[in-house]
């Protein structure tokens, strides 16, 4: 794919649901299950797959399991965009992005967390280095869960970047949204930067609303979210739902949905809980054998599992779960 496909495709808007990790009740990799959600995302309709990220628990970097997760999204799915998480400093995440590279992934989800105490001027330099290397999906994570605060000025400078391709946002913050889509407005590259929500608390807001600076107005265009790892059949129909202009409706489903998100990510103990959530509903649905992280110390937060059964009672036209039952049989085989 060429940089101008990878833009042409980003620009379009995709659902990008950010992989879980396949574990089995020994806490190793079960090849199986994770080649099973890679093609439960291709055939719900995903534009694309974040791998390595969050979601897929950064601990797989200390367990020898970063190359062969990599692997298996590229070799299950090779139609699928594929975006691996970067992290690290400068010599870490340059690494990354080369191993990632050599798997066929188009770009990098760059996290900024190991540069906490960063200048600005060595931040770009450290985003200027990975895009050296593959095409720049920019991410602006919330302080709650590791990011740090990142001012207009960076992204100002930022999107200036050549390879930059894309920005999620996912600050849970309309402040720092605002910055980022500023920035990119005012860069006059919107035509070549596709922005993405990763604010759980708002997704189908963010979606709808014009963000307008001067003559200029800019509009979110997809989503790479933890929150699209499940339900991913649904989140393809709601995506293409925001641009039909019943914004009442979208509205409405907003609601329901960031309700859903609450429960599932666990806000009420600080995202403790936000990965075994997202496992919770898939081992629900069998595409999981449990709900295992790699830290024995991770799992449900007190009250979470009856949240969830909650929002799974009051929201059912949120999931896809007759989906899942039709297809999962041919999943867990090939």
């Given at each position: 794919m060429t940089n101008a496909e990878l833009r042409t495709a980003l620009l379009e808007g995709?659902?990008?649901?950010?992989?879980?990790?396949?574990?089995?009740?020994?806490r190793k990799l079960d090849e199986r299950r994770q080649r099973a959600l890679t093609s439960y995302y291709r055939d719900s309709g995903a534009g694309g797959v974040?791998?390595?990220?969050?979601?897929?628990?950064?601990?797989?970097?200390?367990?020898?399991?970063?190359?062969?997760?990599?692997?298996?999204?590229?070799?299950t799915a090779p139609n699928l965009l594929r975006i691996a998480g970067v992290v690290g400093r400068t010599a870490q995440a340059v690494k990354e992005a080369e191993l990632a590279a050599r798997h066929g992934y188009q770009a990098v989800l760059l996290s900024l967390a190991a540069l906490k105490d960063a200048s600005l001027d060595e931040m770009i330099d450290h985003c200027k280095a990975v895009a050296g290397v593959l095409p720049v999906f920019g991410f602006?994570?919330?302080?709650?869960?590791?990011?740090?605060?990142?001012?207009?000025?960076?992204?100002?400078?930022?999107?200036?970047?050549?390879?930059?391709?894309?920005?999620?946002?996912?600050?849970?913050?309309?402040?720092?949204?605002?910055?980022?889509?500023?920035?990119?407005?005012?860069?006059?590259?919107?035509?070549?930067?596709?922005?993405?929500t990763g604010n759980d608390d708002n997704i189908l807001l963010d979606l709808i609303t014009p963000f307008s600076f001067g003559d200029t107005t800019v509009h979110i265009v997809g989503g790479l979210l933890g929150q699209w790892a499940v339900w991913t059949k649904r989140a393809v129909e709601l995506l293409e739902q925001t641009r039909l202009g019943d914004s009442d409706e979208i509205l409405r489903l907003n609601i329901h949905l960031t309700d859903a998100n609450g429960a599932l990510?666990?806000?009420?103990?600080?995202?403790?809980?936000?990965?075994?959530?997202?496992h919770e509903i898939l081992r629900r649905q069998g595409l999981l054998e449990g709900i295992w992280c790699l830290d024995p110390n991770e799992g449900l937060s007190p009250g979470q599992m009856e949240e969830i059964d909650r929002v799974c009672r009051a929201y059912p036209h949120l999931t896809d779960d007759a989906f899942v039952k039709e297809n999962l049989d041919r999943w867990l085989k090939a």
């Open positions: 995709l659902v990008i649901p950010a992989h879980p990790l396949a574990l089995n009740a020994s974040a791998v390595a990220v969050h979601t897929t628990q950064f601990a797989i970097r200390d367990q020898g399991l970063l190359e062969p997760v990599l692997a298996l999204a590229a070799d602006y994570l919330q302080p709650a869960v590791g990011g740090r605060i990142l001012p207009y000025a960076f992204w100002r400078r930022f999107v200036e970047i050549d390879n930059v391709v894309a920005v999620k946002m996912a600050p849970f913050n309309r402040y720092q949204t605002i910055d980022v889509v500023r920035a990119v407005a005012e860069s006059g590259r919107a035509d070549q930067i596709a922005l993405y990510f666990d806000v009420a103990n600080h995202f403790h809980g936000c990965i075994a959530g997202i």
